[in-house]
């Protein structure tokens, strides 16, 4: 079983940054993804970015791309995920996820493994 653990979440003024931290049990799944996702009251879960296991391919979704990076650790079997000039709007509960099923990186439906979540309030 793949355990994931979200941490760095918090609360943060408007403009400011915060970087969230997703540690893995295991180093490697092959293929597939490492990915984040965001919840946020009454909303559906949105996929903001992943990072291949190749470690070579980075994806982001474009409500975010410019101010948010994605990146890993493989020493610290961690992934990254920095998040600069928040704004109101990206208060929600963080997930990361991990897989390795066939399909588009932004689909929820191709990860297998899930992290509890982290709270992410930016406020104006």
């Known amino acids: 079983q793949v355990q994931l653990v979200e941490s760095g979440g918090g609360l943060v003024q408007a403009g400011g940054s915060l970087r969230l931290s997703c540690a893995a049990s295991v180093r490697t799944f092959g293929s597939g993804y490492m990915g984040w996702f965001r919840q946020a009251p009454g909303k559906e879960r949105e996929s903001l970015a992943a990072i291949a296991w190749n470690g070579i391919s980075t994806y982001y979704a474009d409500s975010v791309k410019g101010r948010f990076t994605i990146s890993r650790d493989n020493a610290k079997n961690t992934v990254y995920l920095q998040m600069n000039s928040l704004k109101p709007e990206d208060t929600a509960v963080y997930y990361c996820?991990?897989?390795?099923?066939?399909?588009?990186?932004?689909?929820?439906?191709?990860?297998?493994?899930w992290g509890r979540g982290t709270q992410v309030t930016v406020s104006s």
């Open positions: 996820a991990a897989g390795a099923r066939g399909g588009a990186w932004y689909l929820a439906a191709i990860y297998e493994y």
